[in-house]
């Protein structure tokens, strides 16, 4: 049992670099939305040449699966022996992103296979221009980038053991917890027009109905 816990968090912890380059891709991806709509398109489709192909999918979908799963067990396990501010924000955010993890894969498949809509911008921007479905929307995906950020600087502050321009691990961490806030800011930025309000192409009223309140515009 104990081989196969260390065995498991070998795989958890490099499975999980894997995806975390993925979604840091992915989060500069909406970054460049700060510069338009269109730059944030193009951006996507140049990435697409690569990870829409079949085998990066299903290595990815096969990773995320196994994070799912693994960090699942492992929360069951360090729950009981996090003390330390870092641990319970390990363990919590890990929880957190599996959730988000299992809908937000779900979703993408939905959409993009059963509704035959195209997974782009306007796909992640509708449920947060559009009220009441931000009211829901905002909370989802902020917590989910204050958990990638929150869950990567709680690992390093453990796994580093030395300082780095005069900061000690757990400084370290604190800053990277505060590029997350920073980082959350910024994509709600590019992914409502500042706050202004995007409008929706009409086909993706099958997501978020008719009857939603469109903000600024």
Avoid at 42 to 52: G, P
Avoid at 92 to 97: C, H, K
Avoid at 167 to 187: N, R
Wanted: hydrophobic share 50%; charged share 15%; with cysteine.
């Amino acid at each position: 049992m104990i081989k196969i816990n260390i065995e498991m968090k070998k795989g958890h912890y490099f499975s999980g670099i894997f995806i975390a380059v993925f979604v840091g891709i992915h989060l500069l991806n909406h970054l460049i939305g700060l510069g338009g709509i269109k730059e944030h398109i193009e951006f996507m489709e140049k990435l697409r040449v690569y990870y829409r192909n079949i085998f990066i999918e299903l290595i990815l979908l096969g990773a995320i699966i196994f994070q799912i799963f693994s960090g699942l067990s492992l929360f069951r396990t360090k729950i009981k022996t996090a003390n330390s501010s870092f641990e319970k924000i390990q363990v919590w955010s890990g929880l957190y992103l599996a959730v988000f993890f299992s809908f937000h894969i779900f979703a993408v498949v939905f959409g993009r296979y059963l509704l035959h809509l195209e997974t782009n911008y306007y796909f992640g921007a509708a449920g947060l221009n559009i009220f009441p479905f931000n009211l829901f929307f905002l909370p989802y995906y902020a917590l989910a980038i204050l958990s990638f950020f929150g869950h990567i600087a709680a690992t390093h502050s453990k796994r580093m053991n030395r300082n780095f321009l005069g900061l000690d691990p757990k400084s370290q961490a604190k800053i990277m917890i505060g590029t997350g806030f920073l980082v959350t800011m910024l994509i709600f930025c590019a992914m409502t027009d500042y706050f202004k309000g995007v409008k929706i192409p009409q086909a993706y009223d099958v997501l978020i109905g008719k009857y939603g309140i469109l903000l600024g515009k």
